[in-house]
């Protein structure tokens, strides 16, 4: 029960983008299209649960037993740069379809501040391994979710006949509040 | 105490992915051939997709592969191709010539009336939906300026009359605009050809004579004028062949439209 409470705040009442204002970055960047939003969640999907158990681990293994939880900001950015980079390379050798379809998305989700998010969170919430990896899958999830809906209007916002002084970033933006005002209409009906 | 921890942690953290990093980039390398890289450079970077590849650096893959041709980069012209042959040791084989867009219709707003007000969405292929078009002429530009949008070299603007306008500086006929442009309105030429007449419709006289005040009429005064037999109507159009023009400017003297035109002027005009 617990489990499902975690999935359903993480997609929806709480979700990262919406709700927490992470990330914003990205949803704003690669939102024009819907399969390029949808390529984009995919790769956060895959690096934020990887980021998040290998933070996790380090954490709960290294930092906290030494007293040393305050190095954690520092350590997970170290942590997640160089392990986007070793995916990518293993990727590209191994497997140049799926580092095709991740494309550039893997490298610009490196510093992606919704990734150490999750992985601050997560400590901050004190989840187990077993939470955190379905914490990690339902933040990306609701990202990709937010991603994809905005994509879906931005794709509309294109065909309106509108003024010149709202086209473009500023219609984009207020969107983006009215989105984020009705996914509020989620909390509270669960709480943690 | 701590302090030392923190250093050994943060440190070795660090040492482990740095060590991790080197070794799985010897391990998992990808063999790339370094001439892409030199042709990628090579190329103008403006991913116009003139080539017909999804952009530059997927080119200079096909080109080095031998996938494609040399001389397929529109927009580099002579000049690139020779480069890339250059760079695979190949004989040069590019012509010199030059191509450009041109825009066919000269029927701006007040010479080409509209036959109902358009107040749809502001581009070409979203008002072709309505009817076949809000012009009067079924073939003349619309002037909603969906070939400037898309043009990857900023060479197209729109103008004061209301039809697009190719800076001939600028333009390096990679026909993304020719592509874009539902009535064909925008053709890429070689700008070798000096004459040529900037009309699309391939109505007859009468009905280009209701819908448009400069159009080409077919009524073949400038075939009989020209002492080289380089002009012939087809499909209602008057169409200059380059090979025989000899720039006399009889045809411009006779046109009654005035609508043939010397890209020379053009190109000299800017």
């Known amino acids: 029960m617990n489990l499902l409470a975690i999935i359903f705040v993480a997609i929806l009442a709480n979700n990262i983008v919406l709700s927490q204002f992470l990330g914003i970055c990205p949803y704003l960047g690669v939102s024009k299209r819907i399969e390029t939003s949808i390529g984009m969640g995919m790769a956060v999907i895959f690096v934020m649960t990887l980021s998040a158990i290998v933070t996790w681990l380090i954490y709960n293994i290294l930092l906290a037993p030494f007293g040393l939880a305050y190095l954690r900001t520092i350590a997970f950015i170290l942590v997640i740069a160089g392990l986007v980079q070793l995916v990518e390379m293993i990727l590209k050798k191994t497997n140049p379809t799926l580092f095709q379809a991740l494309g550039i998305y893997l490298p610009l989700i490196t510093t992606n501040c919704a990734i150490l998010g999750v992985a601050v969170l997560n400590i901050d919430a004190g989840y187990n391994i077993i939470e955190t990896i379905i914490y990690a899958i339902s933040t990306g999830i609701g990202f990709t979710l937010a991603m994809v809906i905005m994509a879906g209007i931005r794709e509309r916002l294109e065909l309106v006949n509108m003024s010149g002084f709202v086209r473009g970033a500023a219609v984009t933006l207020v969107s983006a509040g009215i989105l984020s005002l009705a996914f509020m209409g989620f909390k509270g009906i669960v709480t943690l | ?270």
């Open chain 2, 1 to 270: 105490m701590e302090l030392v921890m923190s250093f050994v942690i943060i440190g070795g953290l660090g040492l482990i992915f740095g060590g991790l990093l080197a070794y799985a980039a010897r391990r998992f390398a990808v063999e790339e051939d370094p001439r892409v890289e030199t042709i990628t450079d090579l190329l103008p970077g403006a991913n116009c997709g003139a080539c017909g590849f999804a952009g530059c650096s997927s080119f200079a893959e096909k080109v080095v592969a031998g996938q494609a041709p040399v001389d397929s980069c529109v927009p580099g012209g002579k000049k690139v191709s020779d480069n890339i042959c250059e760079v695979l040791g190949l004989e040069s084989v590019a012509s010199e010539d030059r191509k450009i867009a041109q825009v066919f219709c000269m029927g701006s707003k007040d010479i080409a009336p509209d036959k109902f007000e358009y107040q749809g969405v502001r581009d070409c292929k979203a008002a072709m939906m309505y009817s076949g078009g809000f012009k009067a002429c079924t073939y003349g530009c619309l002037g909603l300026g969906t070939c400037v949008e898309v043009c990857p070299f900023d060479a197209l603007s729109m103008g004061e009359n209301g039809l697009p306008k190719v800076d001939t500086d600028k333009c390096t006929g990679c026909g993304v605009c020719a592509k874009a442009c539902p009535r064909n309105v925008i053709r890429i030429i070689s700008a070798r050809n000096v004459k040529y007449v900037p009309c699309n419709s391939k109505d007859r006289g009468k009905v280009v004579r209701e819908s448009c005040e400069v159009g080409c009429i077919a009524c073949k005064a400038c075939v009989k004028a020209c002492p080289n037999e380089a002009i012939t109507v087809e499909n209602n159009l008057a169409v200059i062949d380059s090979a025989k023009c000899d720039s006399c400017g009889k045809c411009i003297e006779v046109c009654k439209r005035q609508i043939i035109k010397d890209l020379g002027k053009v190109l000299a005009v800017k």
